[in-house]
């Protein structure tokens, strides 16, 4: 599942490398200084749940509520990532891989989530196709 392993990948990379998710947190956060306290502990926390989250998709009995989880988060991540431009604020990257993957430019951050995202939303609506069918023919 390419989905899963994308997201493990960006678990592993945030805890190994935290600090380019450490300060697109900060920035998300408004740079406030009880904020920044926390930054490490959300990428921390962000970074375990995508992978345990990539392990539980493999799980048949979560698997439909798992892929519901991704596909939440990968819309707040691109809306918060959206939401930099419209504060006029400037981030060289999202840190999305943490600092072990360059992810490239904002534009391009967009760009890759709108593809993952209609990858889940595709895997979501072919699982329920499937599910209907094997139900009609019981």
Same mark, same amino acid.
């Given at each position: 599942m390419t989905v899963a392993i994308i997201f493990f990948i960006s678990g592993i990379s945030k805890i190994l490398s935290p600090e380019g998710?450490?300060?697109?947190?900060?920035?998300?956060?408004?740079? +406030?200084?009880?904020?920044?306290?926390?930054?490490?502990i959300?990428?921390?926390?962000?970074?375990?749940?995508?992978?345990m989250l990539s392990i539980i998709i493999f799980?048949?009995?979560?698997?439909k509520i +798992?892929?519901?989880?991704?596909? +939440?988060?990968?819309?707040?991540?691109t809306l918060s990532i959206l939401s930099f431009p419209l504060r !006029?604020? !400037?981030?060289?990257?999202?840190?999305?891989?943490g600092?072990?993957?360059p992810s490239g430019s904002i534009e391009f951050t967009i760009i890759r989530n709108i593809i993952i995202?209609?990858?889940?939303? !595709?895997?979501?609506?072919?699982t329920i196709l499937n599910e209907k069918a094997v139900k009609s023919f019981r």
């Amino acid at each position: 599942m390419t989905v899963a392993i994308i997201f493990f990948i960006s678990g592993i990379s945030k805890i190994l490398s935290p600090e380019g998710a450490e300060n697109y947190i900060k920035l998300l956060l408004d740079q +406030t200084v009880y904020h920044s306290v926390y930054a490490k502990i959300v990428v921390y926390c962000i970074g375990f749940s995508e992978m345990m989250l990539s392990i539980i998709i493999f799980n048949k009995n979560y698997f439909k509520i +798992t892929i519901g989880v991704f596909i +939440t988060l990968i819309i707040m991540f691109t809306l918060s990532i959206l939401s930099f431009p419209l504060r !006029s604020l !400037s981030i060289p990257h999202c840190g999305c891989f943490g600092e072990l993957i360059p992810s490239g430019s904002i534009e391009f951050t967009i760009i890759r989530n709108i593809i993952i995202l209609s990858l889940l939303i !595709s895997l979501r609506y072919f699982t329920i196709l499937n599910e209907k069918a094997v139900k009609s023919f019981r």
